[in-house]
């Protein structure tokens, strides 16, 4: 079996010089480039044809985000963006260009040292499609200027989201596709790096008329907000409708949880618990599914078609915890829909 050929995108060469350290006893995985700026990382995709790669996003001549979105338009590979988590808006931004995920630059011997080789193999396996380029900005789908007056506090619903690799692509379709007074709380729970998830609500908040903020422990929960995980802590909704961040303990898979958000959202709001499941690698967010289908709730998947990786939601429609199965670009109009539904036959005209 081939090893996994890997190009370092990173300015500083001291930067490449530790990324390098932590691969060389990875025997299947080899360094075929190193690159000291976007411009460079362009060619030797096409001239190197890796199978991943690992973009920094502050560099001179081209940065990050320009290379990211030449690269996916040209010749697509899948890239990890490893940059500082001060610079967390940016990281996400590269995400919705077409990088896959995004880590902290680790140190040698760091906790997150151990990471990187393992991102890379996971993402090396990823089939990417060619990107347009885009003008910079986000557009709401035509579908949102439809959208009828809000219903009074969606008749107490909620919507708990679960999401991980292409995820923050995926909510930046979906969230800017809302109403300014959609009338229930978002809950998202979106697998990231430590450090990250505050960059994310910041720019998932430049991109829609909803607020979105980091949830916060003892924070009552409000129709029209979208609340984020951080990913040091599990986020959970209590009876009182108030958010409780719990810790990670010592072997959780997952950061932060997607099934303890969702089993939450189902023990608090029960049949008026809306559940989505979005693209990631992995299961979790399949059984807390299921767990708001069996309270009566209702229950979407993102298809396999508008995915990254149909691993998570791929897992929740095999298993039937997915109620509707929908490409990214219906899933605002459908939870407009759901929020102002009655009853569960104001809801029969979603696609399954």
Known sequence: MSAIRVVLV?????????????????ADIEVVGE???????????????????????????????????EIMATKAVPI???????????????????ALDVMGKPELNSPVAAEFAAKLRLLSGVPVITHLRSNGHVFASPAAKEFAAPQAAGHGRAVAIASSTGGPQALARILPALPAHFPAPLLIAQHIADGFAAGMA??????????????????????GVVYISPSESHMAVTPA?????????????????????????????????????????????????????????????????????????GVAVASGSAQHILPVA???????????????????????
Request: glycine content about 10%; some cysteine.
């Open 10 to 26: 990173d300015d500083s060469a001291l930067a490449r010089d530790v990324l390098r350290s932590l691969l060389e006893g990875e």
């Open 35 to 69: 690159a000291a700026n976007g411009r460079e990382a362009v060619c030797m995709a096409c001239e190197l044809r890796p199978n991943v790669i690992s973009m920094d996003l502050e560099m001179p001549v081209m940065g990050g985000l320009d290379a990211i979105e």
């Open 80 to 98: 990890l963006v490893v940059s500082d988590t001060a610079d967390a808006r940016n990281a996400c931004e590269a995400i919705r260009r077409g």
């Open 202 to 223: 910041e720019w998932l908040g430049g991109l829609c008329r909803l607020p979105v903020c980091l949830g916060k422990e003892g924070e009552p929960i409000q129709p």
């Open 241 to 313: 409708r108030t958010l409780t961040l719990m810790p990670r303990r010592d072997g959780d898979l997952y950061h932060p949880s997607c099934d303890l958000l969702l089993k939450s959202v189902a023990n608090t709001f029960g049949r008026r618990a809306i559940g989505v499941i979005l693209t990631g690698m992995g299961h979790d967010g399949a059984a807390g599914l299921d767990v708001i289908r069996k309270f009566g709730g209702t229950t979407i998947a993102q298809d396999e078609a508008s995915s990254v990786i149909y691993g998570m939601n």
């Open 330 to 352: 219906e899933i605002a109009q459908a939870l407009h829909r759901l929020v102002a539904a009655e009853t569960s036959d104001d809801m029969a005209g979603l696609r399954t």
